[in-house]
T-cell receptor
Framework: GAGVSQTPSNKVTEKGKYVELRCDPI?????LYWYRQSLGQGPEFLIY????????DSGLPNDRFFAVRPEGSVSTLKIQRTERGDSAVYLC??????????FGEGSRLTVL | AQSVTQLDSQVPVFEEAPVELRCNYS??????LFWYVQYPNQGLQLLLK??????LVKGINGFEAEFNKSQTSFHLRKPSVHISDTAEYFC?????????????FGSGTQLTVLP
């Protein structure tokens, strides 16, 4: 596609449930990033992939959060045992190495 | 580690007036600097960036920013705003190399252009 695609655009779940958020980056972009944006805040870095491997996962808040990018393209952010505090917009971005980041429109997660 | 401070959370301004959105950063290494805009229900869009060279950077939609190393600032300016410029603006910093390639964002400034 022309841009970064994220699905679902909206997800409502109950506390304790498991959630997967998907990111389809721009074709050919080697780097992929996940950010989390809470209401009234700037995006907060979670994890960065270069190819298939996580080059930096220092932003993941705890071990309930995990992300994969098995074939170096699509990435999935996985959240186990969701908590109300996980409610936020999860943003994905991709880039050519050292290039401009292109962001998707985000997946809004609401944990009830 | 880098950090970004956007001093104003909200900036109201009348249409056709000039505007300046302030951004200060801290970093122990040289940095790249960015301004992103987020329109309602849309993704972040790059307005402009400073990588090296001229400290005055021009971006899309008539915006410009000036990198001031001594004051560690990268303020965003537009001489005459339009209603359509109403959006959230984020300043961001990244390190040119190493593991800190990801962007560190400020908390954002909501620009509201009034008729």
């Amino acid at each position: 596609g022309a841009g970064v695609s994220q699905t679902p655009s909206n997800k409502v779940t109950e506390k304790g449930k498991y959630v997967e958020l998907r990111c389809d980056p721009i074709s050919g972009h080697t780097a992929l990033y996940w950010y989390r944006q809470s209401l009234g805040q700037g995006p907060e870095f979670l994890i960065y992939f270069q190819g298939t491997g996580a080059a930096d996962d220092s932003g993941l808040p705890n071990d309930r959060f995990f992300a994969v990018r098995p074939e170096g393209s699509v990435s999935t952010l996985k959240i186990q045992r969701t908590e109300r505090g996980d409610s936020a917009v999860y943003l994905c971005a991709s880039s050519l190495e050292l290039g401009e980041l292109f962001f998707g429109e985000g997946s809004r997660l609401t944990v009830l | 580690a880098q950090s970004v401070t956007q001093l104003d959370s909200q900036v109201p301004v009348f249409e056709e007036a000039p505007v300046e959105l302030r951004c200060n950063y801290s970093s122990s290494v040289s940095v790249y600097l960015f301004w992103y805009v987020q329109y309602p229900n849309q993704g972040l869009q790059l307005l402009l960036k400073y990588l090296s060279g001229s400290t005055l950077v021009k971006g899309i939609n008539g915006f410009e920013a000036e990198f001031n190393k001594s004051q560690t600032s990268f303020h965003l300016r537009k001489p005459s705003v339009h209603i359509s410029d109403t959006a959230e603006y984020f300043c961001a910093v990244s390190a040119p190399s190493g593991s800190a390639r990801q962007l560190t964002f400020g908390s954002g400034t909501q620009l509201t252009v009034l008729p």
